[in-house]
Structures are given as C-alpha cells and as structure tokens.
C-alpha cells in the first residue's frame, strides 16, 4: 500500500508537523490503521477512501494519533488534500472536500513552488465555557503571575475540545505538563490543554500525559483565531500567523483567520505550507 510522507506547516522539508498520508487506503479496517500509525511512528496518519470516480475531489479521511483515532485534526486535513493536489498534478487551485468523523471540511490548495499551501475552512467554533479552575498555572508547572491578566481560560472547539490557557509572554519557555491532564480537563468539558502566549501569537501543545509534544497543532489552532476573535484580539477577515515547535527544534508557522457568521458567531480558517519529503510501501500489511 503507497503512502507519502509529508511536513505540514513548513515550506520546507525536515520543518513542521511530519504525516503519513495513505491516499487509497482502501480494504484497511480501523485496527490496521491504527497499527500502521504506531509502525511508521508520526504524530499522526491519514487514511484516505475515495468515493466513485464521479464525486469530483471529494475523499472519506480518517486519522489517527498514536492511540486512537481521532474526530478531527487539522494538519492532517491540510497534508492530506496537498497530497491529493500533487497526484492530481493540478496547475490550479482546487477545494478538496473530505469527510471525517466529526465534520466535513473543505480545504482549499494550490501549488506554491516546490511546496503546497493549503488553506483549510474548519467552520463555525463552539464556546463551550469559561471555567474557573483552582491552581490551573500549576498544571503547567507555572506560577499564577504566569497566566495572562486580562485574558480567560476558555474551552474552545472545531472538533475537538481544547481549553485554551493563556499565559504571559515568556512563560511558555518554563511550562511543562506536571502530571496527567485528562481527568481535570474532563471536569472543564475539554479534551486537550493548549498555552497561548496571545501577545507574541506562540502555543504550545502537548499529550495530556506531558510525555509528548506536538510541533503544530492545527485543530487548536482554529480554536485560538475563534478565542481571539471573541476577545477582539483578531479582526475579521484577517489572517495571522501563530506559531509553535520552537521548543522542539521545529519552527512551525500556521496562519489562522477568522469571519463573523452572526452576533458571537465565527467561523475559522488554518491555513499553511506542506513539503513533500518522501515516498514508500508497505509491503506488508498488518
């Protein structure tokens, strides 16, 4: 089975977010796919189904993570309709629209040198609430001073539930997960933590278990253009580039946007490079 291998958010190889994307993953049931993701050892993969030869640019996609699948992910998204773009050879830009489990998202690309870019629409974001949580700088190892004073925590979603802690400028250089998140962020109604230095527009994001680290985080990064938006921090219509993987060695760059849709209603755009690094097979399959 062929797959490629991608780095979403960097207009160059061996920079960004890494991927596996498996452009007809056809016959692969989820326990293959996700044995698959576990071999080949990238943050995630992405499994790609096509529908009739009429359907036009419009493919089933499911990812995973190294324990499970997941509802929605954005770098993936963005890697796997870039693929597509190249296979395709197309010399124009083109909307691929591609159905996960928690929504169908359009990702529009176009070929931008030697690299893709590809801007993803994930909708409109849901704000789910603005807990007030005892001790939370400490989740991150970080003093209460560290977190930002005129900005809330606040669970965001596109798809998946993030609470976005924002923080002030340099205290993501100290932050690290002290212990596992999962059953605090449950209480909140969140699924994943992200720090947002809102004034330099840098995140970090890792597992809830603080073991690892992810280079760029596009899910949380709709949810960020949505939470700026709301606290008018970000104009509409505008893009911004928020940044991540400095502290892994891998600079990142994710232009983010976000448009109004009604009174407190926004939907979101994550947009960025994707660089082809490689190609291979499994000749085996699980």
């Known amino acids: 089975m062929r797959f490629l291998h991608v ?3 960097s207009e160059v190889p061996y920079g960004g977010n890494s991927l596996a994307v498996f452009p007809d993953a056809t016959g692969l049931d989820p326990g293959q796919m996700l044995r698959i993701t576990q071999e080949l050892r990238h943050f995630e993969s992405v499994f790609l189904f096509p529908w009739s030869a009429d359907a036009g640019p419009r493919f089933q996609a499911r990812v995973f993570d190294l324990y499970e699948e997941l509802d929605f992910a954005g770098h993936p998204v963005i890697g796997a309709a870039a693929v597509l773009h190249h296979l395709a ?5 083109v909307d691929w629209t591609l159905e996960l489990k928690a929504r169908t998202v359009r990702v529009k690309v176009r070929q931008d040198g030697r690299a893709y870019e590809g801007v993803l629409d994930q909708g409109e974001a849901s704000f789910l609430g603005q807990p007030e949580i005892e001790g939370l700088a400490s989740w991150f190892d970080l003093e209460p001073r560290d977190l930002h004073p005129g900005l809330p ?3 965001v979603s596109t798809g998946l539930r993030y609470l976005i802690v ?3 400028p340099g205290a993501l250089d100290r932050a690290r997960v002290r212990f596992d998140l999962t059953e605090p962020l449950q209480r909140v109604g969140a699924q994943f933590a992200y720090l947002l230095d809102a004034d330099e527009l840098e995140g ?3 597992n809830n278990d603080g073991i690892l680290e992810d280079v760029a985080t596009g899910s949380a990064a709709g949810c960020v253009a949505a939470y700026l938006r709301r606290h008018e921090r970000l104009a509409a219509e505008r893009a911004v580039t928020l940044r991540q993987g400095r502290h ?4 990142s ?3 983010i946007g976000a448009y ?4 407190g209603r926004h939907g979101v755009t994550v947009g960025g490079h994707v660089s082809l690094v490689a190609e291979g097979h499994l000749t085996e399959l699980p």
Do not use: E, K
């Open 204 to 206: 970090r994001h890792w």
């Open 89 to 93: 050879g197309m010399g124009r830009p």
């Open 253 to 255: 760059s994710m232009a």
């Open 166 to 168: 924002p923080v002030r």
């Open 7 to 9: 780095n979403v958010f």
């Open 248 to 251: 892994m060695g891998r600079p």
């Open 260 to 263: 109004d849709i009604g009174p």
């Open 153 to 155: 925590p606040q669970v």
